[in-house]
């Protein structure tokens, strides 16, 4: 063992440069997505519904459309693009709500004792005893699908682990000093609650909200794809990859996009949020 | 009381204490219970319109309407209703389907030995590929063995499952034809054509959960590691791969357990993406082919089965802990 001492850090100085350069592709790609999703009007689209050439025309063809065409001839990179703007609507619009709302949920329950705090941990515990996909398919039969319908959804089924995590902070931070001496200063409840509290509660739930941006652009591509989520005409990644695996023997590339798509997205949101969480917990040993 | 030793009392006390901490425990888990299920019959009034009105279309005459609302109970008040269901679950009753007409608990009955096999298989061998990979990466941590390992699972962590199924699908059904691309044989009718059908599916879901599993165990155990009984059992002499299982795994493995009996329930609801592609007669497709007819009591009792059997496996694993980890035993 000893022989093999100085070996590991060589390698850990390699794995962490690599590292790097991954992290700032993820960050690259990410920005990429969002001025997409943004400028997604102004681009030199075809549009995402009408036909623009023969059915399943093949990627970089000489002929059709850049990125080809889908099942029934729609412009693959229009609706590719658009699927962007889709997807980050959904998964920032739901990851924003459940933000909102768990952390204010778990500042309350962690501030307030008795009744109010019990009854937010019960509801809690009710929201995450539901595996967040069954309760989106059980919603599906009372609610007409939709974006709106999933921003909503999604954001309030992922707000209980936020007020979870705020909760745990919550109660620490509640034992420091500062807190104390902000009451003895006649600070109000809602300025300890958001003016002290909040801002040193915020970084595990800012990790953990990278990562639930990750899990909702995946919960919503299952949803598409179940076709219990956007619904068509609207393209979404997910309901691309449900049309096309119908033609994997001819087309795979019908497929073969969307899934890049999904995966290089949500890759890069895990690449974030795995260096925000790491760079919190070496905060807190350092500290 | 009085005279008995000193000794004894603190045993005592330390008896009611957990009397008392089980039964905090168990109120917990009624109610959660009771609200979950609350939550599965409250599903209908969520509806815009009465279900009637719903499930039958706006082309129904408004006596059909009426009749359907009547016949399921809909027309009741919401604690009427769920206390009527309530108490028909517990005689074992959960209504009948509104398409089918056949018992709820029937169908579940049937549908529910599918997802359970693929369940447990797909548990079974993500863990059997994920605790040896894990404990040989973090052996020879940032080892090339370890980096490659650790890179894959990280890129197989952000691919959804229904990506990896039509992927497995391309390349096993449709390029080389080894495996049926849908359908199912029931283990009655033979292992070997269960399996041949099962193995895509349990595939996919397993190879979703495994990034999960190995990236906790894999960390877990070089935490374990660094402590000094593992270093004493090395200056002992003790082979690595000695020092490895019987002293290392055991001490790792306590988050890994909670994860995984915690995906053992996600994946009894997440299951419905393979059912579905694969056409399998799981629950969850149960639940899809009932989400557009409104089937009410069958999504009733599929979310209520799923819902409880999650918290149910979460709360043993609580209650569990002490068994595996002698440290939390109070």
């Known amino acids: ?287 | 009381m009085k005279p008995t030793s000193a000794a004894r009392a603190p045993a005592a006390s330390a008896v009611r204490l957990r009397v008392r901490r089980i039964a905090l425990r168990a109120a917990h888990l009624v109610s959660v219970l009771l609200l979950v299920t609350l939550a599965g019959a409250g599903l209908a009034s969520l509806l815009p319109g009465s279900p009637g009105e719903e499930i039958l279309g706006p082309a129904a005459s408004d006596e059909d309407i009426a009749t359907l609302n009547a016949r399921y109970g809909f027309d009741r008040p919401l604690p009427v209703q769920y206390l009527h269901w309530l108490g028909n679950a517990l005689t074992g009753n959960l209504g009948v389907s509104i398409q089918t007409d056949q018992p709820v608990t029937e169908i579940l009955a049937q549908r529910l030995p599918v997802t359970l096999e693929l369940t447990v298989l797909a548990l079974a061998l993500s863990l059997l590929v994920a605790v040896p990979l894990a404990v040989y990466a973090a052996s020879r941590e940032n080892g090339a063995f370890d980096r490659v390992v650790s890179g894959c699972a990280s890129a197989l962590m952000s691919v959804p499952v229904f990506v990896l199924g039509v992927l497995l699908v391309y390349v096993l059904a449709v390029l080389t034809r080894w495996f049926p691309v849908t359908g199912w044989v029931p283990l009655s009718q033979g292992l070997a054509a269960n399996l041949h059908y099962a193995f895509m599916p349990v595939l996919a879901l397993s190879l979703g959960e495994f990034p999960a599993f190995y990236r906790l165990l894999r960390s877990d155990v070089i935490a374990t590691l660094k402590e000094d009984f593992v270093q004493t059992a090395t200056v002992r002499g003790l082979p690595r791969r000695y020092i490895l299982l019987r002293h290392v795994l055991r001490p790792s493995s306590f988050s890994l357990v909670t994860v995984a009996a915690v995906a053992f329930g996600r994946l009894l609801a997440g299951s419905v993406v393979v059912e579905s592609l694969f056409a399998l007669p799981g629950l969850g497709n149960l639940m899809l082919q009932s989400v557009p007819a409104k089937d009410l009591p069958v999504i009733q009792g599929v979310v209520v089965l799923v819902a409880s059997a999650y918290v149910l496996i979460n709360a043993l694993v609580d209650a569990g802990y002490g068994l595996l980890d002698p440290r939390v035993r109070a």
């Open chain 1, 1 to 287: 063992m000893a022989t093999a001492a100085p070996q590991p850090v060589v390698r850990a100085g390699a794995s962490l440069r690599s590292r790097r350069l991954v992290l700032v592709l993820a960050v690259g790609w990410i920005a990429a997505l969002v001025l997409l999703a943004l400028l997604a009007d102004v681009l030199p689209l075809p549009g995402t519904d009408k036909p623009v050439g023969a059915a399943r025309t093949p990627p970089f063809s000489a002929t059709g459309p850049w990125l080809g065409t889908d099942g029934i001839g729609r412009d693959m990179a229009s609706r590719l693009v658009f699927g962007v703007r889709i997807s980050m609507m959904v998964s920032l619009g739901a990851t924003a709500i459940a933000l909102v709302l768990g952390v204010v949920l778990g500042l309350l329950s962690a501030y307030l004792k008795g009744p109010i705090e019990a009854a937010i941990n019960i509801m809690t515990d009710v929201m995450l005893s539901f595996p967040p996909l069954l309760l989106l398919l059980a919603l599906a039969t009372v609610v007409r699908p939709g974006v709106g319908t999933l921003i909503v959804s999604l954001g309030l089924l992922f707000a209980p682990p936020f007020a979870r995590i705020t909760r745990a902070s919550a109660l620490v931070q509640l034992e420091r000093d500062y807190i104390t001496a902000a009451r003895s200063l006649g600070a109000g409840h809602l300025r300890i609650l958001f003016r002290e509290l909040l801002p040193n509660c915020i970084q595990p739930v800012i990790s953990y909200a990278v990562v639930v941006i990750a899990l909702v652009i995946v919960i919503e591509g299952s949803l598409s794809f179940l076709g219990v989520g956007v619904p068509p005409p609207a393209p979404s990644w997910g309901g691309m990859i449900a049309a096309g695996k119908e033609r994997l023997d001819g087309a795979p590339y019908l497929v073969v996009m969307p899934s890049l798509m999904i995966f290089l997205t949500v890759f890069a949101f895990n690449t974030v949020g795995d260096k925000l969480r790491r760079r919190a917990s070496h905060g807190r040993s350092d500290a």
